[in-house]
T-cell receptor, first 116, second 117 residues
Framework: GAGVSQTPSNKVTEKGKYVELRCDPI?????LYWYRQSLGQGPEFLIY????????DSGLPNDRFFAVRPEGSVSTLKIQRTERGDSAVYLC??????????????FGPGTRLTVL | AQKVTQAQTEISVVEKEDVTLDCVYE???????LFWYKQPPSGELVFLIR??????QNEISGRYSWNFQKSTSSFNFTITASQVVDSAVYFC??????????????FGGGTRVLVKP
């Protein structure tokens, strides 16, 4: 079956603008995660959804970042008033369930965000 | 708090050499899971292996093998007879049950492997 898909693959925006990044998880996966990967570093957790609700948003850096998953499938990460420091690759992952720490997460190809 | 350290930032080998990637982790939990992912130049993270804290058996999958040593909090990864296609960044990751909700992964900084022909 299809893997995790993310759109757009690349997004260039100007400082201060609003952006939306979309993630379409593997069909049937109830858990969805967003991570951010800066150049030369490992991914860092942002937010986790179980179904429609954000179960853990402790990784969101500030209130400019927000994410939704209204129907429990596709998720959108929203960034307001973008700053140059927001430039990174934003990765989405999904897993079959949130039964505990053992679920394997499958990652999408990421969206490379560049803020000029 | 949990932490994953990959001390080697880059390793360069010649094709057919073996290469071992180190991973050391910290966690307060007794139940946890360790993962390895591969990130080729295309950028997508590819899952390689998952290991739980109760299973200390080493594992082999083709040219890949993993050595889990709970006593030293290490989960090392060896590629035997490396090939050019193994060139990628490899990440070790940890998830534990200390905090509620989900399966948040803590990643190490990654090790870039360059296999030269």
């Amino acid at each position: 079956g299809a893997g995790v898909s993310q759109t757009p693959s690349n997004k260039v925006t100007e400082k201060g603008k609003y952006v939306e990044l979309r993630c379409d998880p593997i069909s049937g996966h109830t858990a969805l995660y967003w991570y951010r990967q800066s150049l030369g570093q490992g991914p860092e957790f942002l937010i986790y959804f179980q179904g429609t609700g954000a179960a853990d948003d402790s990784g969101l850096p500030n209130d400019r970042f927000f994410a939704v998953r209204p129907e429990g499938s596709v998720s959108t990460l929203k960034i307001q008033r973008t700053e140059r420091g927001d430039s990174a690759v934003y990765l989405c992952a999904s897993s079959l369930s949130s039964g505990g720490a053992g679920d394997t997460q499958y990652f999408g190809p990421g969206t490379r965000l560049t803020v000029l | 708090a949990q932490k994953v350290t990959q001390a080697q930032t880059e390793i360069s080998v010649v094709e057919k050499e073996d290469v071992t990637l180190d991973c050391v982790y910290e966690t307060r939990d007794t139940t946890y899971y360790l993962f390895w992912y591969k990130q080729p130049p295309s950028g997508e993270l590819v899952f390689l292996i998952r290991r739980n804290s109760f299973d200390e058996q080493n594992e082999i999958s083709g040219r890949y093998s993993w050595n889990f040593q709970k006593s030293t909090s290490s989960f090392n990864f060896t590629i035997t007879a490396s090939q050019v296609v193994d060139s990628a960044v490899y990440f070790c990751a940890l998830s534990d049950t200390f905090k509620a909700a989900g399966n948040k992964l803590t990643f190490g900084g990654g090790t870039r492997v360059l296999v030269k022909p």
